[in-house]
């Protein structure tokens, strides 16, 4: 049955494929089978706004859209698929393997001191995958089960080894002005480098040669998100993962995001998680998944 790709502007933006809560832990890690099988083994296309993903495709293929294009795959590669880039898969029945989806955030911290890596991880890669990357998968797959000593530090270099793996991959397929040409990633890449300075919007705006109105109307356009809610977006995000995953006290991560005043960062924490910073950190040490 032919498919057709929506304009744009309709295609989803989700955080993962159906669900638009912020993602709750450092990765996701799932079968391909776990979300695929139910749909008939067809994502329709989609987009992510702030997550990256990496399958391994153990057995079975399928085909890939990317943007447009269509590219067939079979068992036995690795795919990458960074931010915004418009992504669909229909799958072969029964195809096993695993999707590891992680923050920009995540990946811009596994390629800091690269030569120039995260520039190639702007464009969708397919590659062959070598027995090691099955083995990391896997790794990956047991770390986000369990909560054992040193589990950001594991999930960190697995990351970082797939993240290296696939940019390496990216030097031997052409480059492409998709991504670092467009406004939006450029703001993004200047949100993560500064996120954490209390720059108001009129500051990237400035950065990036266009007005605020202009900023706010093509991150509406493209993510469905305002601008300023973008920046507001991933100094949660990381105030989410200072509370869940460190010890530092709640005036400490306000102060270290940018907010002079404590009692202020918790009523925005409040508005924006419905529960207070203290709450938050609570439900996590008591196991129970954080509410967004």
Avoid at 191 to 217: P, T, V
Avoid at 264 to 288: I, T
């Amino acid at each position: 049955m032919p498919r057709s790709t929506p304009r744009s502007i309709d295609l989803p933006t989700y955080a993962l494929y159906g669900e638009r809560d912020a993602l709750p832990d450092l990765c996701h890690v799932e079968s391909i089978a776990e979300r695929s099988r139910p749909l008939d083994w067809i994502i329709a296309p989609h987009r992510h706004s702030a997550l990256v993903q990496f399958l391994h495709i153990a057995r079975g293929g399928g085909t890939a859209r990317f943007d447009g294009e269509t590219r067939r795959f079979d068992a036995g590669v690795m795919i990458f698929v960074p931010r915004y880039c418009v992504h669909g898969f229909d799958f072969d029945a029964h195809t096993q393997g695993t999707v590891v989806t992680l923050p920009v955030a995540s990946l811009s911290d596994a390629m800091k001191g690269g030569e120039g890596g995260l520039a190639r991880l702007s464009a969708p890669i397919i590659t062959e995958a070598e027995p090691m990357h099955e083995a990391v998968f896997g790794a990956l797959a047991r770390e986000h089960n369990r909560r054992a000593p040193f589990r950001t530090e594991m999930i960190a270099a697995q990351v970082r080894l797939l993240a290296v793996s696939v940019a390496r991959a990216g030097t031997a397929q052409p480059a492409t002005r998709q991504e670092t040409d467009a406004v939006v990633p450029r703001f993004l890449d200047l949100i993560e480098a500064h996120f954490r300075e209390a720059r108001d919007l009129g500051y990237y705006a400035e950065r990036l040669g266009r007005s605020k109105s202009h900023l706010n109307r093509l991150c509406t356009t493209t993510l469905q998100r305002s601008a300023s809610g973008l920046l507001r977006d991933r100094v949660m995000l990381e105030a989410r993962r200072e509370l869940a995953y460190t010890n530092i006290g709640v005036a400490q991560v306000a102060y270290g995001l940018g907010f002079r005043d404590p009692a202020y960062f918790a009523r925005v924490f409040r508005q924006e998680s419905g529960l207070s910073p203290r709450a938050f950190r609570g439900r996590v040490q008591d196991g129970k998944e954080p509410a967004q």
